[in-house]
């Protein structure tokens, strides 16, 4: 018998998962997804690089050069579907995805021993970005994340100044000496406990300018949180 009342349902309320469509409470992802999510569970303490194997070592290039943040926090590997997901957030404003998303690094976050940040800091986009796009994405995980652990954002602290190209595929020095200067830091964060938000961290060249820039600002402890990390 065709289920009506179950149609009709999820014609009114849409009842998809996040990821593959298929059946799920709404704003949640399936059970068959949550089973095949690629966690970062193995991953450098610093940077959140994804490691081959579980170790108590940090990766070789936090040993060669330690970033200017304290610790960092991948949720998920950067891959299908996760992918998809942060391209829904970021081009297509599917703020269902970035609700979910801070979710499940709240939850991550919620079980570690360590105490809370004091604050969430969006990595903030160049304003001209802002306006073509109409939101920040890395604001708006923020906001996900605050929903779960009530954690002040202040979205205002820190401003991109100079608009930056992509780094991906340039060496270190290149990558540090183009996102040099990029960030201008309120001094309120002086002696605060902060984690910087965003949805991915590729290189982490841009991250580790901000943080560069909070930690002159007086930032007491840093934290980076992304939803994915690039292997
Ligand atoms: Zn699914
Ligand atoms: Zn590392």
Not at 63 to 73: E, I, K, R, T, Y
Request: hydrophobic share 45%; glycine share 6%.
């Amino acid at each position: 018998m065709v289920d009506v009342i179950g149609a009709l349902k999820r014609w009114i309320v849409p009842s998809a998962c996040l990821l593959c469509t298929g059946p799920a409470d709404p704003g949640t992802i399936c059970d068959g997804c949550r089973d095949s999510l690629p966690w970062n569970r193995i991953a450098c303490p610093v940077c959140a690089l994804p490691l081959a194997s579980a170790s108590a070592y940090i990766c070789g290039s936090c040993a060669a050069d330690a970033p200017h943040f304290d610790s960092a926090l991948s949720a998920f590997r950067y891959q299908p579907p996760i992918a998809g997901a942060i391209a829904g957030l970021k081009y297509h404003a599917q703020f269902r995805q970035s609700r979910w998303l801070g979710g499940e690094l709240a939850a991550l976050v919620a079980a570690r021993p360590e105490p809370f940040p004091e604050l969430l800091l969006p990595v903030p986009l160049h304003p001209k970005r802002l306006r073509e796009r109409g939101y920040n994405q890395a604001l708006e995980l923020a906001r996900g994340i605050n929903r779960v652990l009530a954690i002040d954002i202040d979205w205002q602290a820190a401003t991109r100044i100079r608009e930056t190209a992509d780094q991906i595929g340039k060496r270190a020095v290149e990558r540090r000496r183009e996102v040099r200067g990029a960030f201008a830091v309120d001094q309120r964060i002086a002696g605060r406990h902060i984690a910087l938000i965003d949805d991915v961290m590729t290189t982490g060249s841009t991250v580790n300018e901000l943080a560069r820039a909070c930690r002159e600002a007086g930032a007491a402890r840093i934290e980076v949180w992304t939803a994915a990390r690039v292997p």
